[in-house]
């Protein structure tokens, strides 16, 4: 079986460190159906962070009213994603831990940044912190690990 969203594109490589983070999540985001159909939106990107918005709506709500917890788990993943591959490495989670702090209730505008917390090796550790307005609706701990290939291809 074949994928039909492509793993790497064909743009240049940017210099720039924000230049290759957007160049790298403009790449992701073409391919990222899940996202998207969740309404979310990348806000920002730079080397090791990122924020990404989205609306609570009607069908992402559990039986108390409240957003889902694995639709803030994708929010907080979808940031974590952005960040940890904004420097052109295909770099994959290893695995993550969230807590909850407070509902996300219907109609909220929920931002998750992202910030990479320690990069070694192929392995990273990143801090995501979901928000409506000023308060905190959850924390997030991503780990990951880099496959070592460049997500663009020199043209």
Do not use: K
Not at 40 to 47: A, K, T
Not at 114 to 134: I, K, M, N, P
């Amino acid at each position: 079986m074949t994928s039909t969203h492509p793993t790497r594109s064909a743009m240049p490589r940017p210099a720039d460190p924000t230049l290759l983070a957007r160049a790298c999540a403009e790449a992701l985001w073409a391919g990222d159906a899940a996202s998207q159909a969740l309404g979310m939106s990348l806000e920002s990107v730079g080397p090791g962070t990122s924020r990404v918005r989205m609306t609570v709506r009607d069908d992402m709500v559990n039986g108390y009213g409240h957003c889902h917890g694995g639709i803030l788990s994708a929010l907080a993943d979808t940031a974590f994603a952005f960040a940890c591959n904004s420097r052109d490495v295909v770099t994959v989670a290893a695995g993550f831990d969230i807590t909850f702090l407070s509902p996300g209730l219907l109609g909220a505008l929920l931002v998750a940044e992202a910030q990479e917390v320690a990069l070694r090796g192929r392995s990273g550790l990143y801090d995501v912190t979901v928000r409506d307005g000023d308060t905190v609706v959850a924390e997030f701990r991503g780990r990951s690990r880099a496959l070592g290939r460049p997500i663009l291809e020199e043209s």
